[in-house]
């Protein structure tokens, strides 16, 4: 099993650096512009999962599939999520590490621009593969229709949620608000990607689902970890971001009016004017009283539990023995796409705990 793991993280490897250097080549990248490109397009670290995630999906469903064929599809997913992340980074207005951090929104923009660019051009490779009989089963259009589609509903969620972050919602809205995001782009890839591969709708369907919890796993435990960012610009308390967590700690009997309280208090230093002087309120220890109330309220620890159950769910469908698919494959896959959850489950496990004393 440790072979096709291998073979398949050296040909992703091979795969983005052959496609990459090409690309290169086209645009004639010099210089800031080609550093630039090939940090945060190209070839940045860690996104090969991903790829080799969706490569193995395809290899489960049909062994026999040429990799020249279904290349530019995998391609197509890894620019549209270089492209999904710079955008975050924009709208998010994350100030250190990220690209508009070190470079500006306006080069942010651009960079973004020509990951859509390169989206769309191997999305037309793809077509043009299928149109030369690689594989003539696919309804090349209706696919990319469905991508669109996709990325479009993504995009709503992501300005619902920037339109008025601080407001409170019900849980019910914060899920919804959950699935708009991660939950709708992994399903929409982990789909297109068998679909690509030769599966029917339905099947299909099963991977978009296993797709779309693993995408909430992901975003849940983003959303936890950012409660407690030691940096305030991306602390989602600090900058009264409405998360999961929130929405649980607010269906506290006790707690929720202080928490209430506390969520809508004016944000920064603020000066009070009271005789015989100013007093100035220390936000800091505003916001540290409010992730313990949040904590005591069981918010984070309500939400890791909900990660628990999505994760069961993940493997359930995941169990569902299909004779159709290559078994030593199919166990890989299996295998890949619960180790990516698990990570993010690991991830969270200090909080729980912390979670759990706060609540004893």
């Known amino acids: 099993m440790s072979t096709i793991k291998t073979d398949l993280k050296g040909e992703i490897q091979k795969l983005i650096e052959a496609t990459w250097e090409q690309t290169e080549n086209e645009l004639g990248c010099e ?50 999520h270089r492209a999904s992340l710079i955008c975050d980074d924009i709208v998010d207005a994350d100030k250190d590490n990220s690209l508009p951090g070190k470079y500006g929104n306006s ?25 030369c009989g690689h594989n003539t089963s696919i309804n090349v259009l209706e696919l990319v229709d469905y991508i669109h589609k996709s990325l479009l509903l993504a995009t709503r969620g992501q300005f619902e949620e920037t339109d008025r972050p601080e407001k409170i919602i019900s849980i019910a809205e914060c899920l919804e608000r959950v699935a708009a995001k991660s939950g709708l782009f992994t399903e929409m890839v982990f789909k297109v990607t068998a679909l690509a591969a030769g599966a029917g709708e339905e099947e299909a369907g099963k991977y978009g689902e296993v797709g779309y919890r693993l995408g909430l796993i992901t975003q849940l435990a983003g959303d936890l970890v950012s409660c407690y960012d ?72 309500s939400t890791i539990l909900l990660m628990h159950q999505v994760n069961a769910e993940l493997e359930a469908l995941l169990n569902v023995e299909r004779e159709c698919y290559n078994k ?12 990516l959850a698990r990570r993010h489950l690991k991830t969270c496990a200090p909080l729980l705990r912390a979670s759990i004393t706060e609540t004893a």
């Open 107 to 131: 080069r942010s923009l651009l960079i973004g621009l020509v990951a859509w660019w390169l989206t769309e051009r191997q999305l037309a490779r793809f077509a043009y593969n299928q149109k």
């Open 31 to 80: 210089g800031g512009f080609k550093e630039l490109l090939q940090e945060y397009v190209g070839m940045p670290d860690g996104s090969n999962i991903l790829l080799e995630t969706l490569y193995g999906l395809a290899l489960a469903i049909n062994p026999a599939i040429d990799l020249e064929y279904i290349e530019p599809f995998l391609m197509t997913c890894h620019y549209m």
């Open 230 to 301: 030691p940096n305030s610009r991306r602390n989602s308390i600090a900058c009264r971001h409405f998360s999961l967590p929130v929405a649980y700690a607010l269906t506290h009997f006790t707690l929720k009016d202080e928490i209430t309280r506390l969520w809508h208090s004016v944000q920064g230093p603020v000066i009070v004017h009271e005789s015989p002087g100013d007093v100035e309120i220390d936000r800091r220890n505003n916001n540290k009283r409010l992730l313990h109330l949040i904590e005591e309220a069981g918010g984070m620890l």
């Open 328 to 339: 030593p494959q199919k166990e890989e896959l299996n295998q890949a796409v619960l180790n």
